[in-house]
């Protein structure tokens, strides 16, 4: 019995190191590689799928063509939407309270447009070097490419012949984003009725 457990802690341990490197593998890379997560555009180039792909691309966030039909769908409604923020504040606050923003709704990137110049692109590093106590309003509109957390339930039935007769073993999985591209890791969790036992392990998901 002391064997099996020592084995099993070992799985165990390994798969806890293996997460554990995942993590400060994917920490670094974000520190190394700079992208862009928000993007100043005139309100009429993020009503064109030509900006959305621009501000995906400084991102560095591949979109499928899928993904570009969806927002060719969501952009011809942009004009009638109100904006996810409304920046209020002062020049050189701005470009933070973008990041901000783009950090705590979790989406991919972000486009800033000025309602008020809707053919004039934005600059956020001239609008930075405003005076201090210019008033500043623009409009920010966040984009989900991927979600970040993904869940899942698995089931599957116990058979005899064709026909189900029960519960085999049903499993539940937590997954975390750690790609641009889509690419997600997180924990399984379940259990397996026929053997009694349960089950936990990783799940890579691409």
Not at 160 to 189: A, Q
Request: charged residues 20%; aromatic residues 8%.
């Amino acid at each position: 019995m002391n064997n099996v457990l020592t084995a099993r802690g070992k799985i165990i341990l390994s798969l806890i190191i293996f997460l554990i490197l995942c993590v400060i593998g994917y920490f670094t890379f974000l520190y190394l590689h700079s992208v862009q997560i928000f993007i100043g555009e005139s309100q009429k180039q993020a009503e064109t799928v030509q900006g959305i792909s621009l501000a995906a691309h400084n991102a560095d966030v591949p979109m499928t063509q899928s993904q570009l039909n969806e927002a060719i769908q969501q952009i011809a409604l942009l004009k009638d939407k109100s904006p996810d923020k409304i920046i209020k504040t002062v020049p050189e606050e701005v470009i933070k309270t973008a990041e901000k923003s783009v950090e705590k709704s979790g989406a991919d990137f972000s486009i800033v447009t000025n309602p008020q110049q809707p053919d004039n692109k934005v600059d956020l590093k001239e609008i930075a070097k405003l005076p201090e106590r210019t008033d500043v309003t623009l409009n920010q509109y966040n984009v989900f490419a991927y979600k970040k957390i993904i869940r899942g339930i698995n089931v599957y039935p116990r058979f005899t012949g064709i026909t189900p007769t029960g519960l085999s073993e049903v499993t539940y999985d937590v997954n975390r984003k750690i790609t641009n591209d889509g690419k997600y890791i997180g924990i399984t969790g379940g259990y397996d009725f026929d053997n009694k036992k349960a089950k936990i392990g990783l799940r890579y998901t691409f």
